[in-house]
């Protein structure tokens, strides 16, 4: 399977935005899709995960309200909206995905995950 994430931009404070990552080569469906960012000079930090018929989902802990994680299974894409832009919000925003048979227990965990897309710049400006 094959990620691409698209959807960054130069935003304000206070904007919205949608981030999309799209798979192909493989079943989108079958993997728990989650989203993961990292600023410069900071570890890849984990936002949001979800599993995969959509029933369940998990957010870092200080990220939980603004952030939303979601996924259509029929379009092989997932999406993550985000509301309230901070200025510390300012990353390359990846997606990813990971078995969920394995992944539940360490969904934290950067090196968990399987599949990467090549990640989007969201760069929020006051």
């Known amino acids: 399977v094959q990620l691409q994430a698209f959807g960054g931009g130069l935003v304000q404070a206070g904007d919205s935005l949608r981030l999309t990552c799209e798979a192909s080569?493989?079943?989108?469906?079958?993997?728990?899709l989650g989203w993961f960012r990292q600023a410069p000079g900071k570890e890849r930090e984990f936002v949001a995960a979800?599993?995969?018929?959509?029933?369940?989902?998990y957010y870092g802990d200080s990220l939980k309200g603004r952030f939303t994680i979601s996924r259509d299974n029929a379009r092989n894409t997932g999406y993550l909206q985000i509301n309230s832009l901070k200025l510390e919000d300012t990353a390359v925003y990846y997606c990813a995905l990971a078995s969920q048979s394995t992944i539940l227990s360490s969904m934290y965990s950067a090196r968990a995950w399987d599949v990467w897309g090549q990640g989007t710049q969201v760069t929020v400006s006051s």
């Open positions: 979800q599993r995969r018929s959509g029933s369940t989902t």
């Open positions: 080569g493989g079943s989108f469906s079958a993997y728990v």
